[in-house]
């Protein structure tokens, strides 16, 4: 079967670079509409959205990931830090920062579907992504307090994960797939168990 959604789903990779073009307009206001559509536990919609399109903060957000990463054992951060001209944002012109209230325990869950309806969205637009949770490093760093006012979070609001999206220049295949992560119940089977 095939469908434009179902198109989107077997083409979106994980783009880990990125040209200096920003997004338009009109894409930024698709991206917010769809972020602002994505399902949520109760529809309680736990989320905000900070979008930055300024790559000095974007830098200054990586510089305390990186250093707040990098007073961890090599074995507890990811090798990617080890990589010279690594920026956690890969450079992409837009970043979108989901955070969320500690309080909400479905949240992070919540997040992790905007964090794939944003996306998706940015697929169907010809756009690519990245989804992020290394960030999270700069929010546990000395500087964690100030990016939170920095980024705007609402007061009791932690980074849960983000989105970088722009006009990708790498060209990835898909991912291996595991089909054997599935298994398949039937009433019929059920009965005879």
Known sequence: MENEVLRAIAQRRSHRAYDARQISCKQLD??????????SA????PWHYTVVQDQGLLNRVHRA????????DRE???PRYDSEGFQIFYHAPTVFFISAPESRSYAPIDCGIAAQ???LAAQSMGLGSVILGMPRDAFTGREGKALEKLLRFPEGYSFVIAV??????????AHERKPGTITIL????????
């Open 65 to 72: 990931a990186e250093a707040a990463a990098m007073l961890r």
């Open 186 to 193: 039937t009433e019929k089977e059920n009965q005879e168990a």
């Open 164 to 173: 970088a999206i722009g006009y990708p220049t790498d060209d990835k295949p």
């Open 117 to 119: 309806t944003l996306a």
């Open 30 to 39: 698709a991206l917010m509409e769809a972020a602002l559509s994505a399902p």
């Open 76 to 78: 507890d951060r990811s």
């Open 42 to 45: 109760n529809n309680f919609q």
